[in-house]
């Protein structure tokens, strides 16, 4: 009776020790792998436009004055984005690029004909001097001068364009006495090519060292092309400030010989010559019994200029007030290219009281343009409060219900 006590007792202590011993084990495996580095780390690298420019932690080092930046250069992360994607090396940096055009390689390339046109495209070295040397009515008319590059690559039939840099924009923050520039830009007149470049925080000359590639473009076409660029500083809080525009027609420029550069000072953006903003068709009917209201937006014509090209793409967007509070909203397909647009779309609205007293509708003729905010062309409203044609309108649907009436009307400011 002993010996079967004895060993009982014996394996339940065994037991216990097994199981301690191997509890034990877990913990130490378990702490230890908690405390280990991972073999590697992971970096996500934005592709493209970085659409939040306040974020980049390189933002010192663009358009920073050479004793700034060497201040600044231990405080800079060493992983700094920059979105100059050719220029990678085997462990994913970037080497730092200077934005002095006169110290880049390409210059030792130049041939004496390209030396020679670019001489002659040169800023003066008047243009060069502080803005604080300028009269008040310079620092209005200057400003600044766009450097840039063009290329044809004949073995892919690809039209390559470098943006380098702009020096003495003028600043558009009152405040900070700054700007935070970027580029558009557009390959007239068809405008199927529509590039920016990243937005630089806080710089009067950003270096921006961006190449943008168009392929499947022949180089007997080249010549009948013209590049527009848009400079804009970048407003997070409304609608972006344009500092102004360069348009270079390729026409006589030979890109046979190799990578050509160019300079050339930004000038206002072109304000449309012509006082109207067109015209716009449209038709109304008041169905008393259902209390609605039918809106067929018919025809616009002799819209302005939008931008150098001298073509819109045209819409209408249409919005219901009730009391001065927008209710409702439409809005009709993009014509592309006329100034002259045939719409044909009809929109019913539903009348929340009784009547049209206190009922407004508002037109607007926008811009479609794939590359920033639509640019409104003109305005048009249509109520009792409603001056001319528009009062007129309104007053004649609201006398003669279930009847569609159309008018033209001219459309004001947007």
């Known amino acids: 009776d002993e010996i079967p006590t004895v060993v009982g007792i014996f394996s339940a202590f065994g037991l216990v ?21 991972p073999p590697y780390k992971f970096v996500h690298v934005l592709k493209g436009v970085d659409i939040y420019p306040e974020n980049l932690n390189s933002k010192k080092k663009f358009g920073a004055d050479d004793k700034s930046e060497a201040k600044n250069k231990s405080a800079m992360p060493k992983n700094s984005l920059h979105l100059d994607l050719e220029k990678k090396d085997l462990n994913g ?12 390689p390409d210059l030792e390339n130049l041939s004496p004909k390209h030396f020679t046109e670019r001489k002659k495209d040169s800023v003066s070295p008047d243009s060069l001097k502080s803005i604080t040397s300028l009269s008040s009515e310079d620092k209005q008319d200057k400003l600044g001068t766009l450097f840039f590059s063009l290329e044809y690559n004949f073995e892919k039939k690809a039209f390559v364009v470098n943006i380098k840099e702009a020096r003495g924009l003028p600043a558009m923050d009152e405040q900070s006495m700054t700007s935070d520039p ?15 470049t990243r937005v630089l925080r806080k710089t009067l000359d950003p270096a921006f060292d961006e190449t943008f590639t168009f392929y499947g473009i022949p180089y007997s076409q080249i010549q009948d092309l013209t590049l527009h660029f848009m400079i804009l500083s970048f407003d ?32 206002k953006r072109n304000v449309r010559k012509s006082s109207g903003r067109g015209e716009l068709l449209i038709s109304l009917c008041y169905q008393s019994t259902t209390n609605t209201l039918t809106v067929v937006v018919l025809k616009a014509r002799h819209l302005p200029k939008s931008d150098v090209s001298g073509l819109s793409d045209p819409y209408v967007k249409v919005n219901l007030y009730h009391a001065k509070k927008r209710i409702s909203k439409k809005k009709t397909h993009v014509k592309k290219c ?40 003109g305005r048009l409203t249509l109520g009792s409060s ?13 006398e003669y219900p279930r009847r569609q009436i159309a008018k033209w009307h001219m459309l004001c400011d947007g």
Not at 237 to 261: H, K, Q, T
């Open 17 to 37: 020790f097994s199981v301690s011993l191997f509890a034990w084990i877990c913990c130490q495996r378990k702490s230890s792998k908690s405390n280990k580095t």
């Open 93 to 104: 940096n970037f080497p730092k690029t200077t934005p002095k055009i006169q110290s880049s």
């Open 182 to 196: 970027y580029i558009k830009m557009t390959i007239l007149p068809e405008k199927k090519h529509k590039v920016k």
């Open 236 to 267: 997070r809080f409304s609608r972006d400030d344009v500092i102004g525009e360069v348009l270079i027609p390729l026409a006589g420029i030979e890109l046979s010989e190799g990578r050509l550069l160019m300079d050339r000072e930004i000038i």
């Open 338 to 377: 006329t100034p002259n647009a045939v719409f044909n779309e009809l929109f019913v609205f539903d009348i929340p009281c009784e009547g049209l007293d206190d009922i407004s509708i508002e037109f607007l003729v926008l811009d479609s343009d794939r590359g920033s905010r639509n640019e409104v062309i």
């Open 386 to 398: 409603a001056e001319g044609t528009g009062g007129e309108h309104w007053k004649e649907i609201c």
